[in-house]
């Protein structure tokens, strides 16, 4: 088969499973009184995966497309929603909690159930109508902390010696090795990030609950509680058993009825009511691509963190491909190798020559990860991601001492005065040194000159909020380096606007890295038993 029989082909099989959907929706689902069941824990990711058994939790984005749904379907009744913290992260709480809000404002009841919350799963259930939680449940809710490791005296007591090289005076990745504590620079920036997730979470609970936030900071500072106190101070609603569970939620939805009486409700999983309500409609002339970027960047191939040679593949398939509208990359990574940062920036940029670009930062989407955001034609970030770090660190740990106490010899003979620049049996000469930071500031260069070409920005002004800095997304929106505050749904809605897509005009929404094609399908199957 040619290369340009392909999209037919691929649009006879999507009109075929769209048929099968269709037909599948009408045969299982009513027409009316679904309740929707969304499960959010611990194991949750951000692209849906082959599940594996019954109750595997819905994805960050899948679980975002299906709240978006049912707040737009009438024959939606309630939503459920089951949290088991912890969550993906104050970012992802964030999107959700917005998710949640929607279905509020436009009058679907949400029951939200936890044996135990803590302070981000408290704030995306604070949006539900109702919080239900076990006499015997406990809230956590404490406050927001950011700590880090320190191993200067460990590693002096067995003679080892770091030897790092940073440009930028807040690059602070090298200081767990360097320090016994947190140098100034880090302790301002970490305090500025921990302020702006404090306030999130302070208004995000004041907001739904209808509390004062000088009582929510209040009650932070008064935590953590049982339930049976946190129903006390209006933290959630009443303790309830997971039995008791679909008696609420029918009484919810006689609250919310025309006539109050108790309807009849279909309960259903969230990933089938994706399957058979949501999925986007494939075989339609265009395709949206949402693609993730998660973990350490690297050179090369591999399933760990984020292979420069396979995601710049599959950045440049896109690129190539006439029936992608536009893309949305999703990045959550604290960076890694520059060269292979660098690459993927390339990827990007020509990718967005060809069609519209939208960078979604998640938790963390800094120094090399924001290096990939910077090409994009718009960056979205929530509120408590953290992103920025525009500088570049390096070295190596020196293990001569080590050796020496632990009896072992290393020798050996070289030509070239920086031959041994690598060695890890010795520390930098003063030429290696120069030599490597003379690199480095060749790499801060380029990494500052980027972001200025990406952003618009004169280099003068990257300068002046790069050296290394760490940003929250409410920061870094205020200073230029994020375009709007959002999650994966508004980097989503950009992405159509810029593609030049219509109101309610239908896309396919294809995920990278794929999924197997038939796990969604034996979910459903497994579900019908």
């Known amino acids: 088969m040619t290369d340009a029989r392909l999209p037919s082909a691929r649009r006879v099989a999507a009109g ?25 824990d611990a194991g949750q990711s951000e692209l849906p995966g082959p599940p594996r058994r019954r109750d ?15 707040a737009r379907d009438p024959e939606v009744a309630g939503v459920s929603l ?94 767990m090795f360097t320090r016994e504590g947190m140098s100034p620079e880090q302790r301002e920036q970490l305090d500025e990030l921990v302020g702006d997730i404090y306030d999130a979470l302070v208004a995000g609970i004041a907001e739904g609950r ?39 939620c029918r009484a919810l939805c006689a609250g919310s009825a025309a006539d109050g009486a108790p309807p009849r409700l279909m309960p259903v999983d969230a990933r089938v009511y994706r399957a058979l309500r949501v ?30 040679d396979d995601l710049a593949r599959t950045l440049d398939s896109l690129r190539t491909d006439p029936e992608v509208r536009g893309v949305t990359l999703r990045i959550d990574s604290p960076g890694g190798d520059a060269l292979a940062s660098d690459l993927l920036w390339r990827a990007v940029d020509r990718l967005r020559r060809e069609k519209p670009v939208v960078a ?64 890890e049996a010795r520390p930098f000469t003063p030429s290696e040194r120069r030599a490597l930071r003379a690199e480095m500031e060749t790499l801060y260069a380029a990494f ?20 290394g800095r760490v940003w929250s997304g409410a920061r870094a929106h205020r200073i230029g380096l994020v375009d709007a505050l959002g999650g994966p749904l508004e980097a989503l809605a950009e992405t159509r606007r810029l593609a030049g897509l219509l109101p309610g005009e239908q896309a396919a929404l294809e995920l990278h890295p794929r999924a197997p094609r038939l796990g969604g399908l034996f979910h459903l199957l497994r579900w019908l038993r």
């Open 448 to 467: 500052v000159d980027r972001v200025a070409r990406g952003r618009g920005l004169a280099v003068d002004a990257v300068a002046r909020v790069a050296e």
């Open 82 to 175: 089951v949290l088991a913290p912890p969550l993906a992260g104050w970012s992802a709480a964030l999107s959700l909690r917005r998710a949640v809000a929607d279905l509020g404002e436009r009058g679907v009841p949400v029951a939200a159930f936890a044996e135990q919350l803590d302070e981000a799963s408290l704030l995306v259930a604070s949006a539900a109508t109702r919080i239900f939680m076990p006499e015997t449940g406990r809230v956590q809710l404490v406050g927001v902390r950011a700590e880090g490791f320190y191993l200067r005296e460990l590693l002096s007591r067995i003679d080892v010696v770091p030897e790092v090289v940073r440009i930028g005076s807040h690059k602070s990745a090298g200081e």
């Open 56 to 70: 595997t939790p819905t994805s960050l984005l899948e679980a975002l497309l299906v709240l978006h749904a049912c």
């Open 279 to 308: 999925q986007p409609a494939a075989g339609t002339p265009g395709r949206l691509a949402y693609v993730v970027a998660q973990g350490g960047i690297h050179r090369g191939t591999g399933v760990r963190g984020v292979a420069s």
């Open 360 to 423: 979604s930062l998640a938790e963390v989407a800094a120094s090399g990860g924001y290096y990939l955001a910077c090409a994009a034609d718009a960056i979205h970030a929530e509120i408590a991601s953290v992103t920025g770090s525009i500088g570049v660190i390096g070295g190596k740990l020196n293990l001569a001492g080590l050796y020496r106490r632990l009896g072992i010899a290393r020798d050996g003979v070289e030509r070239g005065e920086r031959a041994g620049l690598l060695s």
């Open 210 to 248: 209808g509390l004062a936030p000088a009582f929510v900071r209040e009650l932070i500072d008064r935590g953590p509680y049982t339930a049976a106190a946190a129903r006390d101070v209006s933290l959630i609603d009443a303790c309830v058993y997971p039995d008791e569970l679909a008696e609420r």
């Open 16 to 40: 075929a499973s769209r048929a099968l959907r269709h037909g599948l929706d009408r045969a299982l689902l009513p027409r009316a009184g679904l309740w929707v069941r969304v499960r959010l």
